[in-house]
């Protein structure tokens, strides 16, 4: 148990929807990452926040956004839903950017 | 060109093999991770290193800073050691936070 929490773990929904991801990191740690990981493009680095801060972006698309609370859980939005964001979406924490970091046990994202 | 190279991406080996798997990166990372995920998709951070040498039980990862390159061994495999196994690298930046890059992963299959 990485004792990063992922809700939910599975998600079907249809095109066009919006849907909203949450993550719990590890008790003490202020980084959280989030991660794309489909079939044809591997595991990519969306967005990290360090204590409620957006600190770095990779390849998140406009129609994604994310947020750190004052309890530093996380939320990824994820709008206007195609296809092509069927996968599986990582959470991740670390103490701070220099530490290994845990990963959630993702949530798998199916749109019909 | 990425900038974490993987090899190779399958492998099959006999329970009992040594088995290396490599990784090549760019310059610039500040630390080399190893990841193991395992068919239901829970990825697990193995290593995290940034000169030398760790090791963890049959485990170990290695990595020579000047040629840009790291090795992870296992040693008596098992079947169980069976997944897919992820070499990322850390870039940090003062103003931009840090990010993981991942190669592409290399599926292990230990046949009993």
């Known amino acids: 148990d990485s004792g990063v929490t992922q809700t939910p773990k599975h998600l079907i929904t249809a095109t066009g929807q919006r849907v909203t991801l949450r993550c719990s990191p590890r008790?003490?740690?202020?980084?959280v990452y989030w991660y794309q990981q489909s079939l044809d493009q591997g595991l990519q680095f969306l967005i990290q926040?360090?204590?409620?801060?957006?600190?770095a972006k990779g390849n998140i698309l406009e129609r994604f956004s994310a947020q750190q609370f004052p309890d530093l859980h996380s939320e990824l939005n994820l709008s206007s839903l195609e296809l092509g964001d069927s996968a599986l979406y990582f959470c991740?924490?670390?103490?701070?950017?220099?530490?290994?970091?845990?990963f959630g046990d993702g949530t798998r994202l199916s749109i019909l | 060109k990425n900038e974490v190279e993987q090899s190779p991406q399958n492998l099959t080996a006999q329970e009992g093999e040594f088995i290396t798997i490599n990784c090549s990166y760019s310059?610039?990372?500040?630390?080399l991770h190893w990841l193991q995920q395992h068919p239901g998709g829970g990825i697990v951070s193995l290593f995290m290193?940034?000169?030398g040498k760790k090791k963890h039980g049959r485990l170990i990862a290695t990595i020579n800073i000047q040629e840009k390159h790291s090795s992870l061994h296992i040693t008596a495999s098992h079947p169980r050691d069976s997944a897919v196994y992820i070499c990322?690298?850390?870039?940090?930046?003062?103003?931009?936070?840090?990010?993981?890059?991942f190669g592409e992963g290399t599926q292990l299959t230990v046949n009993p």
């Open positions: 290193l940034s000169s």
């Open positions: 990322a690298g850390t870039w940090v930046r003062e103003t931009s936070g840090s990010r993981l890059t």
């Open positions: 310059v610039g990372i500040s630390a």
């Open positions: 926040y360090y204590n409620g801060e957006e600190r």
């Open positions: 991740a924490s670390s103490v701070d950017p220099d530490q290994p970091q845990h």
């Open positions: 008790s003490g740690d202020l980084s």
